[in-house]
């Protein structure tokens, strides 16, 4: 079974304090996303990487950086967090190459962030 | 840029009933469509991938359409249960990743 998870299922940090989610497949895909959710405004795309060491930025990538070392591991991190990072990020994966009709994007549990 | 519909934002039936929920898209030019189950507070959970070359694909008591031309998709519940009470998301892949609807919000009641 294709499997995604995430470090953390609840999470409260303070502000100003850096903050590591963490993403990990057992399915070899080649590309990974996080997501944020957010009520009324839906998912929307903070980074994804399509291999190993690259990145790019999708749509709200201020105040968010991402690491990826290892093809099954993506890590976002929060530099320095503020309260509108309070949020249910989701991390996703996907095969089938960049950009195909294959692709099919399997989701982790997510992680509650609560900044306070 | 891709924006994406689904009406309606939430639907409340009895058991039993044959639903459908809506997926409109502005652009056409994408290479597959995936439908999502979410409940509260849990991530998403893949339904069904049609790809751009399909017209629909089935799954049990579930069946997706897609006409690209028309920027429309459907999701067709069978015989619903309470089981069902969650929230559906539709999700183009295009030129600029997959772009999320907000979803249709379902309860089904018993």
């Known amino acids: 079974d294709v499997k995604v998870t995430q470090s953390s299922r609840y999470l409260v940090k303070r502000t100003g304090e850096k903050v590591f989610l963490e993403c990990v497949q057992d399915m070899d895909h080649e590309n990974m996303f996080w997501y944020r959710q957010d009520p009324g405004l839906g998912l929307r795309l903070i980074y994804f990487?399509?291999?190993?060491?690259?990145?790019e930025k999708g749509d709200i990538p201020e105040g968010y950086s991402v690491s990826r070392e290892k093809k099954e591991r993506f890590s976002l991190i929060l530099e320095s967090a503020s309260t509108n990072q309070t949020s249910m990020y989701l991390c996703?994966?996907?095969?089938?190459?960049?950009?195909?009709?294959?692709?099919?994007?399997?989701f982790g549990p997510g992680t509650r962030l609560t900044v306070l | 840029k891709q924006e994406v519909t689904q009406i309606p934002a939430a639907l409340s039936v009895p058991e039993g009933e044959n639903l459908v929920l809506n997926c409109s898209f502005t652009?056409?030019?994408?290479?597959?469509l995936q439908w999502f189950r979410q409940d509260p507070g849990k991530g998403l959970t893949s339904l069904l991938l049609?790809?751009?070359?399909?017209r629909e694909q089935t799954s049990g008591r579930l069946n997706a359409s897609l006409d690209k031309s028309s920027g429309r998709s459907t999701l067709y519940i069978a015989a619903s249960q309470p089981g069902d009470s969650a929230t559906y998301l539709c999700a183009p892949l295009g030129t600029y990743k997959y772009i999320f609807g907000t979803g249709t919000r379902l309860k089904v009641l018993a």
């Open positions: 996703a994966s996907t095969s089938g190459g960049t950009y195909s009709s294959y692709n099919e994007q399997f």
């Open positions: 049609i790809q751009s070359s399909q």
């Open positions: 652009d056409s030019a994408i290479y597959n």
């Open positions: 990487s399509y291999d190993v060491k690259m990145k």
